[in-house]
C-alpha cells in the first residue's frame, strides 16, 4: 500500500520539472524572435493559467499535472536564463554586475515574500485544502 502511493504520488512534479527543462531554451531562443516584452507577458499568462487551472482542476491527475505543465512554462519564462538574457541585452555593459544582483535581490524578496504570504492565507483558513485552492486563485489573478 505505501510503496504504490509513493510510487504514484512521486511523479505528479515531473511535468512541472520538465516544462522547466523544456521552456527555458525555448524561451532564451525566443527573446530575440519575438522580444523580451512579449516573453515576460506570455510567462506571466502561462503562470496565470497553470495557478487557474489549480484552482479548477487540481482534484484530477490529469488537471494537476495540466496545471504543472502551465506553470513549469511560465516560471521557465519568468525565472530562468530568460530574464538574465534580457537584462544583458538591455542594460549597459558597465552596469551588468549591478543588473544581476538586482535581479537576484528581486527574484529572492519575491521569492521569500510570496510564500510568506501564501503560508498566511493557508494558516487563515479553516481548511488547508480550501487555503492552497484560494491562494493559487488569489496569485492568479495578481498575475
Known amino acids: 500500500m505505501f510503496w504504490s ?4 504520488s512521486q511523479f505528479y512534479v515531473d511535468p ?5 527543462a523544456v521552456g ?14 512579449a516573453i515576460v507577458m506570455a510567462g506571466l499568462m ?16 490529469f488537471g494537476f499535472y495540466t496545471a504543472g505543465i502551465f506553470m513549469g ?3 521557465a519564462m519568468l525565472q530562468g536564463s530568460a530574464l538574465r538574457y534580457i537584462m544583458l541585452n538591455e542594460v549597459q555593459p558597465s552596469e551588468r554586475a549591478l543588473g544581476q544582483g538586482i535581479i537576484t535581490l528581486f527574484t529572492s ?4 515574500i ?5 503560508g498566511i492565507l493557508i494558516a487563515s483558513m479553516s ?7 484560494k491562494s493559487f486563485l488569489i496569485i492568479a489573478i495578481i498575475a
Not at 512541472?16 to 522547466?20: E, H, N, P, Q, T
Not at 527555458?24 to 516584452?37: E, H, M, Q, V, W
Not at 510570496?114 to 501564501?118: D, E, Q, S, V, Y
Not at 481548511?127 to 485552492?133: A, E, F, T
Request: proline share 2%; hydrophobic share 50%.
Open 24 to 37: 527555458s531554451p525555448l524561451a532564451g531562443r525566443l527573446i530575440d524572435k519575438i522580444g523580451s516584452r
Open 114 to 118: 510570496g510564500a510568506t504570504l501564501i
Open 109 to 112: 524578496t519575491g521569492q521569500m
Open 46 to 61: 502561462l503562470a496565470a493559467i497553470g495557478l487557474l487551472f489549480f484552482y479548477f482542476n487540481s482534484a484530477s491527475r
Open 5 to 8: 502511493f509513493y510510487f504514484t
Open 73 to 75: 512554462l511560465g516560471s
Open 16 to 20: 512541472f520539472v520538465l516544462a522547466i
Open 127 to 133: 481548511s488547508r485544502l480550501s487555503g492552497y485552492s
